[in-house]
């Protein structure tokens, strides 16, 4: 990428490309962003630059060098950028929807056609094969590998593979099977119907690996729905609950002898650009509703109509998971259930764990990197 041309304006330098797009950057930002020794950290790349210290109401002087632009402060230093970082970090608005990824709602049926599928063998082996199962990860929500040896604790190899296990009030591994005294539903035989994965946690768990040991009950088949699909079904069918759901905050919460985890958060996450980042919905742990009165009525009714909305046999991805499988799902967006089982006529015994999404997409970036340089030059 080359600069054709520069234009210096009372608060920003004007940058056209050889491609005919124009990128305008703020001086306090090129100020901000400079990347020589002075300014940032060598070896630590943080920056050391006291933003303090660049006034406001800063303009500076660029030239256009070899593959790089140079620009003087008054008080003499100089910032120099590579045409293609400058490029990258462009901030304009188009340059900005260019880099997001929006998530790629899925139905059931869509889903079913063509499901995500990968061999452990391969991601295991391959770091091609790994990226390209963690992007489908990020941009569908789930994935399921095949041929994972079943010795009890694999999953933590398969989580670990991605990034550091997220240990919670259940351990590093939870073992989902049907056990006296439970302190889950989850470890009963009932059907569990669509659901968040402990939204009582301020965080909500990023990643949730299911690995299936052995399954020989009948009954238990799996069931997936795409949250982000859910919601903007009930935007597009009801608004007025979706705006109740994404602005009122409600209680969720777990408690036994040893915890008690509560938090407060909508039921629909909302994030810039109308994204959903997140869907918080599980029934078994909302707490007493604590909402202004006049409010009670209309959010269970929008309460209802999205759980309604969940339950659509269309949207679902149902299917059996058999000893060796593995399923990796966002937490955040993909809602898992189980239809009930029989106990009595064989063992069903997944193990599962958690990894946070932050330590994911960095795994996947790093990937992506393959081993070159992270500093700008």
């Not at 608005?93 to 056609?113: H, V």
């Not at 898992?336 to 069903?348: I, K, L």
Request: proline residues 8%; glycine residues 8%.
């Amino acid at each position: 990428m080359r600069i054709a041309g520069l234009e210096h304006k009372p608060d920003r330098l004007a940058v056209t490309w050889d491609d005919g797009a124009v990128s305008e950057y703020h001086y306090v930002w090129l100020r901000d962003n400079c990347a020589c020794p002075e300014c940032r950290h060598p070896d630590a790349w943080e920056r050391t630059l006291d933003p303090l210290t660049v006034p406001p109401d800063l303009a500076g002087r660029a030239e256009n060098g070899e593959g790089a632009l140079h620009v003087t402060w008054p008080d003499g230093h100089v910032t120099a950028m590579t045409t293609g970082w400058l490029r990258d970090h462009a901030y304009e608005p188009a340059a900005r929807a260019a880099r997001r990824r929006p998530a790629q709602p899925w139905t059931g049926a869509e889903i079913t056609t063509d499901p995500p599928v990968f061999a452990w063998s391969d991601v295991a082996a391959d770091p091609g094969a790994r990226i390209r199962w963690l992007r489908v990860v990020r941009d569908r929500g789930f994935a399921v590998l095949t041929g994972v040896p079943t010795e009890p604790g694999t999953v933590l190899e398969v989580a670990r593979l991605i990034s550091y296990v997220r240990e919670t009030n259940f351990g590093l591994i939870f073992d989902v099977r049907s056990k006296p005294d439970p302190e889950n539903l989850a470890y009963t035989p009932v059907e569990l119907h669509p659901h968040t994965d402990l939204p009582n946690r301020e965080a909500l768990m990023g990643l949730q690996l299911l690995h299936c040991l052995r399954h020989d009950a009948v009954g238990g088949e799996s069931v997936l729905v795409d949250g982000f699909a859910a919601a903007a079904a009930l935007a597009a069918e009801h608004p007025e609950d979706h705006e109740l759901l994404a602005t009122v905050a409600v209680p969720y919460r777990f408690v036994d002898d040893d915890n008690d985890i509560e938090w407060r958060a909508p039921v629909i996450g909302t994030g810039g650009a109308g994204e959903t980042p997140e869907v918080r919905y599980h029934s078994a742990l909302l707490a007493p509703l604590d909402v202004d009165p006049d409010l009670v009525g209309p959010w269970y009714r929008a309460y209802r109509r999205l759980g309604a909305i969940l339950r659509r046999p269309e949207l679902h991805h149902r299917f059996r998971m058999r000893a060796g499988e593995c399923q990796v799902f966002d937490n955040r967006r993909v809602l898992h259930a189980r239809a009930a089982f029989d106990p009595q006529s064989g063992e069903r015994h997944f193990q599962g764990c958690y990894v946070d999404y932050d330590d994911f997409l960095s795994r996947l970036r790093v990937l992506e990197r393959g081993g070159a340089d992270f500093r700008q030059r």
